[in-house]
T-cell receptor, first 115, second 112 residues
Framework: GENVEQHPSTLSVQEGDSAVIKCTYS??????FPWYKQELGKGPQLIID?????GEKKDQRIAVTLNKTAKHFSLHITETQPEDSAVYFC??????????????FGTGTRLLVSP | DTAVSQTPKYLVTQMGNDKSIKCEQN?????MYWYKQDSKKFLKIMFS???????INETVPNRFSPKSPDKAHLNLHINSLELGDSAVYFC???????????FGPGTRLTVT
């Protein structure tokens, strides 16, 4: 099965700084790479995703980069704001024999943005 | 107008009891899931249904039984509850297995 590692486990930054979270995975058949944000008391929410035919994707202050050869992808948040404080999960897809991808969630990164 | 809803939000019960958690989605999605998040925030898939058919069944005790009466609903029934079942259970849905998953607000189950 997919082995997923996420680093760092906690990240504290000052407002306006950038934050980078890295996710490594083991399944070479993975072709879907999402990042989820979970705020306190809520369910995870997709913030950005990328598929394996693309190396980078950007959406305003958020970007995801993918290195399929090295089997890792990263979340980049620029100009961080206090409302970015949350737990972030990577969830690379694990290839199933049906052809679909089952999400395997990483261990989470708690991001704290101080004003 | 909630996309994925779960009831109840909180559930406190004693060991040995049987309980159910209900989930409904109004997004017209074909695939629904149950996830368990433990006290360390580890989030792990338990089951997935696609068009009312069970397609993912992880290593979950037989005491857990999902039921999908239609594509919009996926309920989770738990028999003989144990202390280790205490966790937050999330329902989710997606258009298909390889697309964005929308999560419900979670049900916090506490077994005493």
């Amino acid at each position: 099965g997919e082995n997923v590692e996420q680093h760092p486990s906690t990240l504290s930054v000052q407002e306006g700084d950038s934050a980078v979270i890295k996710c490594t995975y083991s399944d070479s058949a993975s072709n879907y790479f999402p990042w989820y944000k979970q705020e306190l008391g809520k369910g995870p929410q997709l913030i950005i995703d990328i598929r394996s035919n693309v190396g980078e994707k950007k959406d305003q202050r958020i970007a995801v980069t993918l290195n399929k050869t090295a089997k890792h992808f990263s979340l980049h948040i620029t100009e961080t704001q206090p409302e970015d404080s949350a737990v972030y999960f990577c969830a690379p897809g694990e290839g199933m024999n049906t052809g679909f991808q089952k999400l395997v969630f990483g261990t989470g990164t708690r991001l704290l943005v101080s004003p | 107008d909630t996309a994925v809803s779960q009831t109840p939000k909180y559930l406190v019960t004693q060991m040995g009891n049987d309980k159910s958690i209900k989930c409904e989605q109004n997004l017209g999605h074909d695939t629904m899931y149950w996830y368990k998040q433990d006290s360390k925030k580890f989030l792990k898939i338990m089951f997935s249904y696609n068009n009312k058919e069970l397609i993912i069944n992880e290593t979950v005790p037989n005491r857990f039984s999902p039921k999908s009466p239609d594509k919009a609903h996926l309920n989770l029934h738990i028999n003989s509850l144990e202390l280790g079942d205490s966790a937050v259970y999330f329902c989710a849905s997606s258009r298909d297995l390889s697309y964005e998953q929308y999560f419900g607000p979670g049900t916090r189950l506490t077994v005493t």
